[in-house]
Each structure stands twice: as structure tokens, then as C-alpha cells.
């Protein structure tokens, strides 16, 4: 059905070999619609690189415009907390942001989870 070659054994036989049958399954499901659990996964994969790059040494600020162009969508993430001044970082597994408006530009403030926080 998926590579022309001829079929031998079973009548209702369809696919040649697991490899055939394995290369048909996939061209189909990369015709359909991405279902809505790939959507919000692959945001979050991508959200979650886009914060570890722009925060090497745990606690880092970066202008908001800079990640978003690279595709960072702050209304997906994993959990969130409240410091002890009522600000709430989002996190995207271990990686949180907060948003800061510093001299009229749009910024977040990036952080790595630490145990205390578990608090």
C-alpha cells in the first residue's frame, strides 16, 4: 500500500514490512491537525530551551521582545510561585519568569527552581 512492491502471503495482507507500515502511519499523521496535547507539549519543550539559553547562571533578565521573536509564549507553563514580596513567577519546569516593566521596556526576570521554594 505504501511502496508499490508486491504483496505475499495473507489475501488481506496491506503493508509489505513494519518498516512500510511504520512509513505510512507517520506521512498520516503528519497530514492531520496537531492534536491539542502536541500543541501545548511542544510550546512548553520550546518555551522551556528558550528560558534555559537566555538563563545561564540562575538568576538572569532578558527584554521581552528578544525571546518572544524566538517563538516564547508566556501563557504556557507548568506551575507557578509566590515569593515572600507577593510576586509570582511562572515556571516552566525548573525554569520561572516574571514580567517587569523596567524604563517603559517590557522584561522577565528569569530564575532556576531551588529547594526552598518547595516550601
Not at 513567577?89 to 517587569?100: I, N, S, W
Request: hydrophobic share 25%.
Amino acid at each position: 500500500m505504501n511502496c508499490d512492491t508486491d504483496l505475499q502471503g495473507r489475501s488481506d495482507k496491506i503493508f509489505c514490512d513494519p518498516y512500510c507500515k511504520s512509513s505510512y502511519h507517520y506521512q498520516k499523521s503528519k497530514e492531520d491537525e496537531p492534536r491539542f496535547y502536541n500543541k501545548v507539549d511542544n510550546q512548553l519543550k520550546l518555551n522551556r530551551r528558550i528560558l534555559k539559553s537566555y538563563n545561564k547562571s540562575g538568576k538572569s533578565t532578558v527584554r521581552a521582545d528578544t525571546i518572544i521573536k524566538l517563538g516564547f509564549n508566556p501563557n504556557f507553563f507548568t506551575h507557578y510561585w509566590k515569593n515572600k514580596s507577593g510576586d509570582v513567577y511562572l515556571f516552566v519546569y525548573e525554569y520561572g519568569f516574571l514580567k517587569r516593566i523596567e524604563n517603559d521596556k517590557e522584561k522577565y526576570i528569569l530564575i532556576q527552581w531551588q529547594e526552598y521554594m518547595e516550601k
